[in-house]
């Protein structure tokens, strides 16, 4: 029961550099999100796609893209790393119900020096 | 003013009391409500839905109270293993999908 799938677990990075984040998901969920959690702040959604071939702003959105690149996979790309980005990464999928739970992958530990 | 806000704790119990958590939301159009557990460096995972007439799931209770925009947890007869973050979660009306998660309120359960 692979459920969500992300990595990598863990990353270094220099303040500047890019990275991508992926994640994919096998239950056949339409939702996939992307949030960030920090000491304090709960999570915070970053970018979520409702169903393939869309996506939208959350709440944190700056210093962040995202590809929905078909209905199992959802990336999120730092095209220029800062510090403020240190964070814990967590991809999530959902249904199409406002109701329905969201599945977590594991997390990525990402930390920009 | 946060849009859900939970007290942090943490709350220091021990096995067998009974602990509640309180969660207070600002969006009075809010329509689902969900409590999630996470343990220490791990992913959020569904405790429980919440749903306006109350409901139970062995030791865990849940309470909507709409008027005061507020939602609880009851945990019965704690165990080591409830020790987590509970995170009380809220799906605005507007949209449907961007649910927003309080911070958590940390429990320890002590033997």
């Known amino acids: 029961n692979a459920g969500v799938t992300q990595t990598p677990k863990f990353q270094v990075l220099k303040t500047g550099q890019s990275m991508t984040l992926q994640c994919a998901q096998d239950m056949n969920h339409n939702s996939m999100y992307w949030y960030r959690q920090d000491p304090g702040m709960g999570l915070r959604l970053i970018y979520y796609s409702a169903s393939e071939g869309t996506t939208d702003k959350g709440e944190v959105p700056n210093g962040y893209n995202v590809s929905r690149l078909n209905k199992r996979e959802f990336s999120l790309r730092l095209e220029s790393a800062a510090p403020s980005q240190t964070s814990v990464y967590f991809c999530?999928?959902?249904?199409?119900?406002?109701?329905?739970?969201?599945?977590f992958g594991s997390g990525t530990q990402l930390s920009v020096l | 003013r946060k849009e859900v806000e939970q007290d942090p704790g943490p709350f220091n119990v021990p096995e067998g009391a009974t602990v509640a958590f309180n969660c207070t939301y600002s969006n009075s159009a809010s329509q689902s409500f969900f409590w999630y557990r996470q343990d220490c460096r791990k992913e959020p995972k569904l405790l429980m839905s919440?749903?306006?007439s109350g409901n139970e799931d062995g030791r865990f209770t849940a309470q909507l109270n709409r008027a005061s925009q507020y939602i609880s947890l009851l945990i019965r007869d704690s165990k080591l293993s409830d020790s987590a973050t509970y995170l009380c979660?809220?799906?605005?009306?507007?949209?449907?999908?961007?649910?927003?998660f309080g911070a958590g309120t940390r429990l320890f359960v002590k033997a």
């Open positions: 999530a999928s959902g249904g199409t119900a406002t109701n329905e739970k969201l599945f």
């Open positions: 919440v749903y306006s």
């Open positions: 979660v809220v799906n605005p009306n507007t949209g449907g999908f961007k649910t927003i």
